[in-house]
């Protein structure tokens, strides 16, 4: 079992920045892709931002050019720089691996999610 744990969600005045971490914790023996969803309530949870284990990033055009996806692939965690934050990127946000067993299962996770709002 591998558990995730996000934090950094906050209150924050549009334009403002934010920094979401993610720790990746337990039986690891492999993670592939990291990733940042979020979900609003009455809609369906949305892929915000993604990168590979070799460092290929993906971003939902909304976001890019404002935020930044990382990861420490020594420490098992994933961060999100959220910068010029605007209203409509409140949400909960959701931490995502995509973990592979020595028996090369691949294993789905999620965290329990941040709430990040961005006032107007």
């Known amino acids: 079992q591998v558990q995730l744990v996000e934090s950094g969600g906050d209150l924050v005045q549009a334009g403002g920045s934010l920094r979401l971490s993610c720790a990746a914790s337990g039986h690891i023996f492999s993670i592939n892709t990291m990733a940042w969803y979020r979900q609003t309530p009455g809609k369906q949870r949305e892929l915000v931002a993604s990168?590979?284990?070799?460092?290929?990033?993906h971003y939902v055009d909304s976001v890019k050019g404002r935020f930044t996806i990382s990861r420490d692939n020594a420490k098992n965690m994933v961060y999100l720089q959220m910068n010029s934050l605007k209203p409509e990127d409140t949400a909960v946000y959701y931490c995502n691996i995509i973990h592979r067993t020595r028996w090369n299962e691949y294993q789905n996770y999620w965290g329990q999610g941040t709430q990040v709002t961005v006032s107007s």
């Open positions: 990168i590979t284990n070799g460092g290929t990033t």
